[in-house]
């Protein structure tokens, strides 16, 4: 099973508007409504940020909104803050009955 | 308050085995699917196992099918990851995740991290 392919990097100043994006194949994110995003700041766990493509936990800012279109999902940061200078994940459930992450993408806040 | 605390991480050669676990406390423990997520230093996030509420069901990720094993003991709140036959690309920052469900779901809460150095 492939990762999932994210860029390595993307920036914005703050206020701005940023988006994430994540390829996969119809065996994972084009399958199915189970994509996921983490935010991981440096020297923490990983923190879930969106799941099942849109759906935001409780206590998560609703800055941070996904979407997806066929084998592609997207997360976008609106407002970007300081504090969402991390490295951010997808993660999808695949046809073989387990999750792929992407290989993540550095969100700098300039 | 969730608290994932895993153990039993540390330095062993090539070839060799290691046990981890992982105790939850907060939650009702029996009813959620768990997982372990790695990540190498300077790398990625990759899912390595998960395992289902009952312990019935588990699944792996290709690079470690056959050599790393998820269980759980639901009377101990505990689950764990035995891994045998380590070699180099298995040192790693091992995590223990609470599912947002049964099965192979996503993971809500994430221990602290347990490192793993496989070297002779």
């Known amino acids: 099973q492939s990762a999932l392919t994210q860029p390595a990097s993307v920036s914005g100043s703050p206020g701005q508007s940023i988006t994430i994006s994540c390829t996969g194949t119809s065996s994972d994110v084009g399958g199915y409504n189970y994509v996921s995003w983490y935010q991981q700041h440096p020297g923490k766990a990983p923190k879930l940020m969106i799941y099942d493509v849109n759906y935001r936990p409780s206590g998560v800012s609703n800055r941070f909104s996904g979407s997806k279109s066929g084998n592609t999902a997207s997360l976008t940061i609106s407002g970007l803050q300081a504090e969402d200078e991390a490295d951010y994940y997808c993660n999808s459930y695949t046809t073989s009955n387990i999750r792929v992450f992407g290989g993540g993408t550095k969100l700098t806040v300039l | ?120």
Request: overall charge negative; glycine content about 12%.
């Open chain 2, 1 to 120: 308050e969730v608290q994932l605390v895993e153990s039993g991480g540390g330095l062993v050669q090539p070839g060799g085995s290691l046990r981890l676990s992982c105790a939850a406390s907060g939650f009702s423990f029996s009813t959620y699917g768990m997982s372990w997520v790695r990540q190498a230093p300077g790398k990625g996030l990759e899912w390595v196992a998960g395992i289902s509420d009952s312990g019935v069901i588990t699944s792996y990720a290709d690079s470690v099918q056959g050599r790393l094993t998820i269980s759980r003991d639901n009377s101990k709140n505990t689950v764990f990851l035995q891994m045998n036959s380590l070699t180099a690309e298995d040192s790693a920052v091992y995590y223990c995740a609470k599912n947002l469900a049964d099965g192979v779901s996503d993971s809500d809460y994430w221990g602290q991290g347990a490192l793993v150095t496989v070297s002779s």
